[in-house]
Structures are given as structure tokens and as C-alpha cells.
């Protein structure tokens, strides 16, 4: 029988900042996150229980514990132990001087949207019209892409410089929009369901594949495209007609993914990556971005599952031994829950890309809204567990996110908000289970038309999860992954890492309080730890065995750590 004394938690208030300006120069981010240290107050706890749990024994740790990946240290080397690292999906541009702030939190490394002129003045890059053109010539009705003007972005990229900080380049080469004219072609009609199977005779279309660029004026390139340069389109000028068309004198892709046959088109003017004129030119391109950039660290490839996966590997080869980016980071956006399918491609590139984990997101999502949900296998069928040293974990991001209620509702393909912090505190603080990516609107919150405007998620306590993984999260890991409804670990920290400042997580999907005793390191015995989150109320002490007995609030989660450990004024002086 249990037997409590739970003091009131002592907490602060929590502001939320929302932004509604996107250019690169004027989001106001570092006026709204401040680093403050607030009186600390010590609140104690004695708790005795007679049933506790049982860690996973050694040589029955799960298998996301058997190897480090990206971004993670394994911790059998106690003399070095490098930092952990934190990418964070910018959705929207930020002002410079808002990227010492992203630092202190944690960031590392930051993806920006296609900084490539799109179809519009609002475009958000996906329907990249040049390449080329990063703000920097008057086309498609305007200067500045969505984001800023190329000196901004310029300005940006010089910033993270000075700041230690990586910047990832979201690319789009599979596919062009926005064409200059139609050009009349032969085409046939696609089945939808199977791009294989041919519905129609060749027939005349007028298709919008005529691309000049005369902005630009032949600067940087004189390269245009025409009908040649693609091999598939989805409108007919002439008969005002959309559908599948596959250009008549052209194939799909045999080496992209297999979804409908071959799932080499997605949308806009499908760019012929078997073209060698293409390749040449996106070769050059590259080049010339890694020279007008030279701050850049990395690569996310939009809509991977899209494409050729040989150009890619000769792509990637063009990177590391011309380029000599071997340094580079590459992320492909591959959209599909099927681990064999992402496993294979992989293994096509080498290991030398890495993917984003879409199987755990479904999984988080899946849990977020069944009620009895199995928390002991969350990372079950996923990229993390299979392949850690090539996933991108992430939580929610730009295509995911909640775009509003719908009759006070939310639909089941979107993250259930009172899950969200479980999900970050389990791909951000743990062991081994790849390099976790923070979504922007997840921190900021996003603004947009009526209807579409997200609030900060975490109740505001991101911030706080991802200095703790910064802070806390190394050494050995031991899981508690026995009760389907309450999960928890310890890291026992590092010796190099904040005076060795260890963390325990517990969450819960039951209604009720949830409580673990778990080892956190003979070396912590005799201390005081609590929740960082300021959820969960009181404070553990450390036995002489190592052992501590933590426990949760119901339906969510809780990270404990010495209540004075190296570091914790940072945390608990955040303020959003």
C-alpha cells in the first residue's frame, strides 16, 4: 500500500508569443524569448512503496537501445562524449539576431523552407519555379520570394555562421511550376491508381513546360526548360483538362518508389531526372548554391519518394567527391509508413542519406488517440529502432501540423495536442533512437488565415525539453517499458556533461497518477530531483542503492532531474 505526501508544485506563469510577419528580417522571435533566473524554492518528498518496477535486465534492453544515432553518444567511452544535437524545422523565416536565443535553448542545426522563387509572391517554395533566383530578380509578379530577398537570407546564413550554427537547404528537384507558355505535345492519359497502364492514345495537349527565366536574363545559367526536360504533367491547356499525362516520347522512373506503379509524378511539370541535360544542369546548381551559400550544412530533399534513387546517388556523389561536402547533411522527405521501403532505400544510397521516420510519427499518432493505447511499442516497425544512425525523428512538422478544429473536433491524422510532449521527451531524451527534429510551430506556434492559426504546443515547456536533452540526456540508458500504459527511463548522465547530471522520464496514458521506481546511478544517491515541466508536484530522493521512485500526473509526462543540478537556473528561468 502506497503511502503520499505530495506538496503543491511551485510554477510560473507561462507567456505565449505569436508572429504573424514571415520575412526573414522582421519575425519577432528574440523579443519573446527571454532567459531569466527565477527564485528556486526546494520542495521535498518521502514516499515509500511496497510493489515497484522492475528494469529490463541486461541483455534484454529494447532495440532502440542497442545503438547510437545520429545526434546521441553511446557513453561506453567516458573520456569524450559529444554534444547532443537538435534540428529544428524553421517554417517561418526569423530575424538574425534570433538565433542566439535558438542556441541557448538547444538548436543546432535549423531546416528553412525553399528559398528558390516560387510561382507567386505567396509561395511557400514548393512549386519552385528557378532555381536560381533566391529573391534576387523580379519574376512571378515579385522580388522577394515569401520568405525575403537573397541578401536577407544571405545575412541569415552568416548569422548561424558566427552562432555555430547549421542551416539545412530544403530543395525541390523533382518537379517545376509555374511555367512562362504552353508548348503543344504528344501525350497519353494515366491511370491514377496505376501509373503504368496508358488510358488513351498519344494525342495533342498543350502542356506548360516552357520555362524562361527572363528575369533572370541568363544570369548564373543559360539553361531553359522545355517539353524535353520533363516527362509527365497534370493539366491540358487546350481542352482546359486535368489528369495524369504521361509525355508520349517519355518513360516514368523505374527506381523510385513503386506506390501506383511508379510514383515518379506528383505534381506541377515533372522533371525527367534521366535527362542528361537536367542532371548537368542540376549539377551545376548545386554548385553554384554551395558557392553563393558557403555557410550551408546540409540538404533536405523534398518529396524523395518521388524520385530516381540512381540520380540521387550520382547526385550525392557529385556532392561529396566535386563539391568535397562530404560534411553535408541529407535528409530525404520520404513519405511512406513501410519500413522495408525506406530500409531498402537506404541501403541503395549507401547509408549515406538519412530519412525521416514517418512510421513512428503514425505511431505517435495512432496512440495519441486510442485510450489504451500499448506505450511499450511505440517505436515498434520504425526507423529509429531499425536504423537510428539514418532517422529523422519528428513530432509534427509543416505538412502534419493541426491546421484548425473542424466542428471542435480533430481529426484522427493529426497528432492529438496532450500527447505532443510525451512524443518530444521520447525522441529527444533518449538513447540511440535517431536525430529528433523540432517543428517550429511546435515552440512559436504559426499564424495564417482565419481558422488556421496553431497555438504554441507543450503548454510553452518545449523550450525546456530540448535544453534538457542538451543538458541531461546522455550516459547509459535503462528502460522501464513494462506497463502498456506507463513507460518510463533513466540516463545516468556523464561525467563531462553539466557535473553529470542524470534524468528520469515517466509517462502515463492513464487518467490517473502513475509511479515507477527506477535506477538512476549509485553516484545520485542522496539527492533531490523534480519535474522540470512543473507538471507533476514534489521532489524524489535518491536512495543509497540509486534508485529513485518517480511517479506522473495522469496523461502526460514528467522529467526529473537534481533539483540544483549544473544548469538548472537555465531551465527553470525559460520564459516564452
Not at 504573424?20 to 521535498?44: E, Y
Not at 512543473?534 to 526529473?560: E, H, L, M, Q, R
Request: aromatic share 12%; glycine share 8%.
Amino acid at each position: 500500500m502506497a503511502s503520499h505526501r505530495l506538496p503543491l508544485a511551485v510554477t510560473g506563469p507561462v507567456k505565449i508569443a505569436q508572429f504573424s510577419d514571415r520575412n526573414f528580417a522582421l519575425l519577432w522571435v528574440p523579443d519573446h524569448l527571454r532567459l531569466c533566473r527565477k527564485h528556486s524554492t526546494d520542495v521535498q518528498l518521502h514516499i515509500t512503496l511496497a510493489q515497484t518496477a522492475k528494469p529490463i535486465a541486461a541483455g534484454r534492453k529494447c532495440k532502440m537501445d542497442e545503438e547510437s544515432g545520429r545526434g546521441a553518444e553511446s557513453l561506453v567511452d567516458h573520456v569524450t562524449c559529444p554534444d547532443n544535437v537538435t534540428m529544428m524545422e524553421a517554417w517561418e523565416y526569423f530575424c538574425p539576431s534570433g538565433v542566439p536565443v535558438l542556441k541557448a535553448i538547444g538548436i543546432d542545426h535549423i531546416w528553412i523552407p525553399p528559398a528558390s522563387k516560387g510561382g507567386y509572391s505567396g509561395s511557400e517554395g514548393y512549386d519552385t519555379y528557378d532555381l536560381y533566383d533566391l529573391g534576387e530578380f523580379h519574376q512571378k509578379w515579385t522580388t522577394k520570394t515569401k520568405y525575403g530577398s537573397k541578401d536577407e537570407l544571405k545575412e541569415l546564413m552568416q548569422t548561424c555562421c558566427d552562432n555555430s550554427m547549421g542551416v539545412y537547404f530544403d530543395v525541390v528537384l523533382g518537379h517545376k511550376g509555374a511555367a512562362d507558355a504552353t508548348e503543344r505535345i504528344q501525350a497519353v492519359k494515366v491511370d491514377g491508381n496505376n501509373r503504368l497502364q496508358d488510358i488513351s492514345e498519344p494525342f495533342d495537349i498543350d502542356a506548360w513546360t516552357d520555362f524562361k527565366f527572363e528575369g533572370r536574363n541568363n544570369k548564373y545559367s543559360s539553361m531553359k526548360y522545355n517539353a524535353s526536360h520533363f516527362n509527365g504533367v497534370d493539366w491540358d491547356q487546350r481542352t482546359e483538362t486535368f489528369a495524369i499525362y504521361r509525355l508520349a516520347d517519355k518513360q516514368w522512373a523505374d527506381d523510385c518508389d513503386k506506390d501506383l506503379g511508379s510514383h515518379d509524378y506528383l505534381l506541377c511539370s515533372n522533371v525527367d531526372l534521366n535527362n542528361a541535360e537536367v542532371r548537368h544542369d542540376l549539377k551545376d546548381w548545386i554548385q553554384w548554391l554551395n558557392h553563393e551559400l558557403p555557410q550551408l550544412t546540409g540538404l533536405r530533399i523534398d518529396a524523395f519518394r518521388h524520385m530516381s534513387q540512381g540520380f540521387m546517388k550520382e547526385y550525392l556523389s557529385f556532392i561529396d567527391e566535386v563539391l568535397g561536402r562530404k560534411n553535408w547533411f541529407v535528409v530525404g522527405e520520404y513519405w511512406t509508413s513501410k519500413l522495408d521501403v525506406l530500409l531498402d532505400c537506404i541501403a541503395r544510397l549507401d547509408d549515406r542519406m538519412s530519412l525521416f521516420d514517418f512510421p513512428l510519427h503514425e505511431n505517435f499518432v495512432q496512440a495519441s488517440h486510442k485510450k489504451d493505447a500499448d506505450l511499450r511499442i511505440l517505436f515498434d516497425g520504425t526507423l529509429a529502432q531499425a536504423k537510428p544512425a539514418n532517422a529523422v525523428t519528428f513530432v509534427t512538422n509543416h505538412d502534419t501540423q493541426k491546421r484548425g478544429y473542424v466542428n471542435g473536433t480533430i481529426s484522427d491524422e493529426t497528432l492529438a495536442d496532450n500527447f505532443i510532449p510525451t512524443a518530444y521527451a521520447l525522441t529527444l531524451l533518449q538513447e540511440g533512437v535517431g536525430y529528433p527534429m523540432v517543428f517550429w510551430g511546435d515552440l512559436f506556434g504559426t499564424c495564417g488565415p482565419p481558422g488556421t492559426t496553431t497555438p504554441v504546443t507543450c503548454w510553452g515547456q518545449l523550450p525546456r525539453l530540448i535544453l534538457v536533452r542538451k543538458l541531461y540526456a546522455y550516459g547509459k540508458q535503462t528502460s522501464y517499458f513494462d506497463k502498456p500504459f506507463c513507460i518510463g527511463f533513466t540516463r545516468i548522465g556523464h561525467p563531462s556533461k553539466s557535473l553529470g547530471a542524470g534524468l528520469a522520464v515517466i509517462a502515463t496514458k492513464s487518467d490517473h497518477m502513475a509511479v515507477k521506481r527506477m535506477y538512476v546511478g549509485i553516484q545520485h544517491a542522496g539527492e533531490m530531483w523534480s519535474d522540470i515541466l512543473g507538471w507533476t508536484p514534489g521532489c524524489v530522493s535518491i536512495d543509497k542503492a540509486g534508485y529513485g521512485t518517480f511517479w506522473v500526473t495522469g496523461n502526460t509526462v514528467a522529467v526529473w532531474v537534481k533539483y540544483n543540478a549544473d544548469g538548472r537556473d537555465r531551465l527553470d528561468g525559460l520564459d516564452l
